[in-house]
């Protein structure tokens, strides 16, 4: 099986633009999450979502939003973009029945200038 | 709030002696560890868990132990291989949750 595929690897943009990443989960797996993680934060949850619909979210402000489809392929997008947006955003699938191990795509570098 | 922390960043260990690589938590709802695995470049690999009914579990060379009353686990590595460096991070989960904390990663270098 294909593993969790993330894209693009890497993405640079300036301040006020808006950004959008994409994800596509193991196959089978119906449960995409997304974290950030800054090297002073560690890893921190976005948000996860479970047949296209948004089932847990974290602590983030409402320019962070995401999306899945109905092939469980998810999007995440941040709108107008901040310094302290730069991150590595990296997305995870499971099966989604709950309390499972996550399995994790290599991430998205954004850097915001 | 953090509530999962690794307070140390880095740990430097000689080949073939034990890595012990240190975790606290302070949410009591917690009910699931995990350690995860993170070369550059590539994400976070699970490497072992442990559900808070048990206080110890091993897979090969890894060894998690939790101590709930003092809300603390530690991953043991015997022998330490230099394959093993790479950044440690602890995550928690409450019961049935998908999301999880993590902590801010350890980075382990296995000195050959």
């Known amino acids: 099986k294909a593993g969790v595929t993330q894209t693009p690897r890497y993405l640079i943009k300036t301040r006020g633009q808006q950004v959008t990443l994409s994800c596509s989960p193991i196959?089978?797996?119906?449960?995409v999450s997304w974290y950030q993680q800054t090297p002073g934060q560690g890893l921190q949850f976005l948000f996860e979502?479970?047949?296209?619909?948004?089932?847990n979210k974290g602590n983030f402000p409402g320019r962070f939003s995401g999306r899945q489809f109905s092939n469980s392929r998810s999007e995440m997008n941040v709108s107008t973009l901040e310094l302290g947006d730069s991150a590595l955003y990296l997305c995870?699938?499971?099966?989604?029945?709950?309390?499972?191990?996550?399995?994790f795509g290599s991430g998205t570098q954004l850097s915001v200038l | 709030d953090q509530q999962v922390k690794q307070n140390s960043p880095s740990l430097s260990v000689q080949e073939g002696r034990i890595s012990i690589l240190n975790c606290d938590y302070t949410?009591?709802?917690?009910?699931?560890f995990l350690w995860y695995k993170k070369y550059p470049a590539e994400g976070p690999t699970f490497l072992i868990s442990?559900?808070?009914?048990?206080d110890k579990n091993e897979d090969g060379r890894f060894t998690v132990f939790l101590n709930k009353s003092a809300k603390h686990l530690s991953l043991h590595i015997v022998p330490s291989q230099p394959g093993d460096s790479a950044v440690y991070f602890c995550?928690?989960?409450?019961?049935?949750?998908?999301?999880?904390?993590f902590g801010t990663g350890t980075r382990l270098t296995v000195i050959p």
């Open positions: 995870a699938s499971s099966e989604g029945r709950g309390g499972e191990k996550l399995f």
């Open positions: 196959s089978g797996h119906r449960s």
């Open positions: 979502y479970f047949s296209e619909t948004q089932r």
């Open positions: 949410n009591s709802m917690f009910d699931y």
């Open positions: 442990i559900s808070s009914i048990k």
């Open positions: 995550a928690a989960r409450t019961s049935g949750a998908n999301n999880l904390f």
